[in-house]
């Protein structure tokens, strides 16, 4: 149940808007080179306009902006990182419920915001909102003009605030108009029963009729997609929002299903080594007269019953644990996922279960002669032992392919977090400002309060660190041949302390230095991966080509070695620095290990002193890097658990096949004892064949388990080579586990009184 709930979470992203098969997001492809093209999902602003008017199958478009901003409420400062510049026919394309406020007005004028139910009650408690001011970003006073219920969890669109795009337009002068500046997401609305692969196919042409070579960035190739709102939460793409994994998804739903089949198994096994118990049952009740097909109707029956009746626990050992699972998947899913028919389908699902793992026991059961077994001489067909002998080395080499896929999985996740990434991430203080411009102006004498703070070791001020996420600056670079090559690379904007601040080595040229006049304005340092990328074969060969990005020329002064600016799971991309203190984001501070707590606590009160228009807002680096493993250390712990779970389940089946084995085998037990035999004999010889069992599913399990995990591992671009002593552990694992779970009948049979065992005959 709870992995249904989680998989049904993960697939219902956004299905609670009307229109939901409708809705398509726009995406891009920008080919920079022969060799280099950037996959987003997001388009340029003047796209979604452009389109609507260009094509009468597009019925409405609406742009969403992602931004934080400052906020300031009856002289209370919040940072509020959830925001959405929208326009008016963000309600047309999709469903969010204005409960205060008229829905065609909210978002038309300029400094107009719409507010959800949770920070309208954050900001104003139990007051009307509507008509009150916010200020934003300490200068412009912003009316609430409407109030929408909160977005449900499941939606890729999370903000708390909606402020109108003319807004937008009235900050940044012409930023609706740059057809070259993705950054916006652009959603379609098409009518009903468009064929959206015909309409794509009319892209190439409408981007030829609105951008001319001449508007495209460095001779920039752009092409269009448009993608329905159903699979964009699946989707990878760069600056896409929230994405979800269906490799995750496939996983867990194999999992489950594995689960409910071990489970099956179990009962088939559990119910057919009790068979012995109930044979006397069968032989009476058949003499007296019931027949086959009243016995299988109720050993049927009692399946059934047993399956409704762990239907019952089950619903309400899910309601209690779900707020556990919820914060070990990281998600918020809510109990009433159960209505929309979802307890039915699991009501059913049990029922089956029922059915078909009571069928065989059934059938078997039902089908003993009475004269044999009422004369005590009942025994099962080889046919019977091979099938019960066959699901246990089944079980097994599930178990076994989940324990090789948790070890594999924690060693991954263990190498990414272990990895040296190239430059220094402990006690790296994060500080951001917002890019305050009064900070900017004072940031030096900023960075000098900072440095005077005992246990502070060094400042330094970036539009960006490590793992947090930076712009692609549209770029030309001369490469090898002499020639200005387009490029799309991964920028920060720095000052002079960075490189040094954050340990960055440099392996050719030099970092910046403010001995170097044009430093500020006509230089660039690059990482190894960008010499790589422009065909240079030694980092030497890149210091002193020439360079334009961003309105800017100059030489390259210095190459970097290559250090890991994202997770793991990508390559190390070209990257480059500049200095231009004047579009930074966010100070850090080097700080020492000793007295953590009172060091933060002195940089907050010089905080409040320095900077005291802004929250004080700070984060560590390897806080924020080791982030973007969040979802691999959720998938892992839910991994493991549910694989604990099933190999449990397992332990149950080969617990019931060990307790039919030596039911079958009591006597002998009893004759070998009279005659001779230790106790340590009869254990070894009972628990040999299972442990054949096991060692026949490892032999299986092994190749599959590989198959498997190698292509998990391929979604990573730095991983672990899969050695063998994984398998070998996972072997050793699994007899450990079925020795400790067939040695308590054997040793429990090996101890038994043979007097007892033997007086039957």
């Known amino acids: 149940m709870l992995i249904v709930m989680y998989v049904s979470f993960e697939l219902s992203y956004d299905n609670f808007h ?60 919040f940072q ?325 896929g948790t070890l594999i999985v924690y060693n991954q996740l263990s190498y990414m977090r272990n990895q040296p990434l190239g430059f220094e991430k402990d006690q790296m203080l994060t500080l951001n400002f917002g890019g305050d411009e009064s900070v900017h102006k004072s940031f030096e004498e900023i960075k000098s309060e900072f440095k005077d703070i005992p246990h502070v070791l060094a400042v330094t001020v970036s539009s960006g660190v490590p793992g947090v996420g930076n712009p692609n600056a549209h770029s030309e670079i001369e490469n090898k041949e002499g020639t200005m090559q387009p490029t799309n690379i991964n920028m920060y904007d720095v000052d002079y302390d960075f490189i040094s601040t954050y340990g960055i080595k440099i392996v050719a040229g030099r970092a910046f230095s403010p001995s170097f006049a044009t430093d500020s304005t006509k230089a660039i340092v690059i990482n190894e991966a960008a010499a790589k990328s422009l065909g240079y074969t030694s980092p030497n060969q890149a210091i002193g080509k020439k360079f334009s990005q961003w309105g800017r020329e100059g030489q390259i002064v210095g190459v970097m070695k290559d250090f890991h600016y994202r997770s793991l799971q990508t390559n190390i991309d070209p990257l480059n620095f500049r200095i231009n203190p004047s579009n930074t984001w966010v100070f850090t501070l080097k700080i020492s290990a000793q007295n953590i707590p009172a060091t933060i606590a ?39 658990y549910f694989s604990v779970l099933a190999i449990f389940i397992s332990c149950l089946g080969l617990l019931g096949l060990a307790s039919y084995s030596t039911l079958q085998r009591t006597r002998e037990i009893g004759i070998r004892k009279v005659m001779g035999a230790s106790i340590f004999g009869i254990v070894n010889m009972l628990s040999k064949e299972f442990l054949l069992l096991v060692i026949i599913a490892a032999v299986i399990a092994f190749p599959l388990a590989w198959l498997g995990m190698h292509k998990w591992l391929q979604d990573f671009a730095y991983r672990i080579d899969i050695s063998w002593w994984v398998f070998a552990i996972a072997g050793l694992l699994s007899l450990m586990i079925a020795i400790s779970t067939v040695s308590f009948q054997a040793i429990k049979a090996a101890l038994m009184n043979p007097v007892k065992s033997l007086r039957s005959e």
């Not at 306009?49 to 209370?76: C, H, W, Y």
């Not at 959830?82 to 326009?87: G, R």
């Open 602 to 640: 002195a940089i907050q009160n010089k905080w409040k002193v320095l900077i005291p228009q802004r929250p004080f807002d700070y984060s560590f680096v390897d806080d924020a890097f080791n982030k973007q493993y969040a979802t691999e250390d959720r998938f892992g712990k839910l991994f493991m």
């Open 18 to 77: 009307e229109k939901r098969d409708q809705i398509y997001r726009l995406n891009v492809d920008i080919k920079s080179s022969p060799t280099e093209t950037m996959k987003l999902g997001v388009g340029s602003a003047p796209m979604g306009p452009a389109l609507k008017n260009d094509f009468p199958e597009i019925l409405e478009s609406t742009r969403l902006f992602p931004d934080g901003m400052l906020v300031k409420v009856n002289n209370q400062l």
């Open 80 to 404: 509020e990182n959830k925001v959405f510049y929208a326009e008016p026919s963000i309600f047309k394309v999709f469903s969010l419920q204005m409960v205060r406020g008229d829905v065609n007005k909210a978002l038309k004028d300029p400094y107009s915001m719409v507010i959800t139910e949770t920070m309208a009650k954050k900001y104003f408690g139990s007051d009307n909102p509507i008509g009150k001011t916010i200020i934003v970003e300490n200068k412009y006073p912003s009316t609430v003009t409407g109030v929408i219920k909160d977005i449900p969890n499941n939606s890729q669109l999370k903000c708390d605030m909606l402020y109108s795009v003319s807004s937008l337009e009235k900050m940044y002068q012409g930023r609706l108009e740059q057809w070259g500046n993705f950054g916006n997401f652009t959603y379609l609305l098409l009518s009903k029963g468009t064929d959206f692969a015909r309409l794509q196919a009319k892209f190439p042409a409408f981007l030829k009729r609105h951008i001319s070579e001449n508007d495209r960035k460095n001779g920039e190739d752009y092409a269009l997609f448009i993608e329905p709102l159903k699979d964009a939460y699946m989707d990878t793409r760069g600056w896409s929002g929230e994405t979800g994994s269906m490799s995750n998804v496939r996983i867990f739903s194999v999992i489950a299903l594995f689960i409910l089949i071990i489970a099956a198994i179990n009962f088939i096994n559990l119910t057919t080594a009790r068979a012995v118990e109930r044979a006397k049952e069968v032989g009476i009740r058949k003499v007296i007269g019931a027949i086959r097909h009243q016995l299988t109707t109720q050993f049927l029956g009692e399946s059934i019953i047993i399956c409704l009746i762990s239907f019952v626990f089950a619903v309400g050992l899910v309601v209690l644990l779900l707020p556990m699972f919820n914060q070990l998947a990281g998600k918020e899913i809510c109990s009433s996922i159960f209505s929309h028919g979802y307890i039915l389908i699991l009501l059913l699902i049990s029922l089956l279960i029922g059915v078909a793992a009571g069928t065989y026991p059934a059938l078997t059961l039902s089908g003993f002669k009475p004269i044999v077994v009422l004369k005590g001489r009942f025994s099962t067909s080889s046919k019977g032992t091979l099938l019960r002998k066959g699901l246990v080395v089944f079980q097994f080499t599930i178990s076994i392919i989940l324990i090789v």
